[in-house]
């Protein structure tokens, strides 16, 4: 069973950062794409940033304007997802989703807060 798991969400001011980390259970170059979703309570799921395993350009969200950062540690097995300047309308449920063979996988989810 594939599975992902988040972290490094939490409460921060706005204009303050996060790094949030997805580790897969296996090596993530088994997987076709990578991204980050995000969900904020009554809103639809909606894509942050995505990265597909032959290339080294993410693609990001109208909304990110160059706030945010795509990034795969392929030491740690790992792709990070820098978050900065966020705002008040950051505050949601980030999920990281990876696909391969035609399936797709998420995780959990990890809950980032901005407060005013």
């Known amino acids: 069973q594939v599975q992902l798991v988040e972290s490094g969400g939490g409460l921060v001011q706005a204009g303050g950062s996060l790094k949030l980390s997805c580790t897969p259970s296996?090596?993530?170059?088994?997987?076709?794409?990578w991204a980050w979703y995000r969900q904020a309570p009554g809103n639809e799921r909606e894509l942050v940033a995505r990265?597909?395993?032959?290339?080294?350009?993410?693609y990001y969200g109208d909304f990110v304007k160059g706030r945010f950062t795509l990034k795969r540690d392929v030491a740690k097995n790992t792709l990070n997802l820098q978050l900065n300047s966020l705002e008040t309308e950051d505050t949601g449920t980030y999920y990281c989703?990876?696909?391969?063979?035609?399936?797709?996988?998420w995780g959990q989810g990890t809950q980032v807060t901005v407060s005013s």
């Open positions: 989703k990876a696909d391969r063979d035609g399936n797709a996988y």
């Open positions: 296996i090596n993530f170059f088994n997987f076709n794409t």
């Open positions: 990265i597909s395993r032959l290339s080294t350009t993410p």
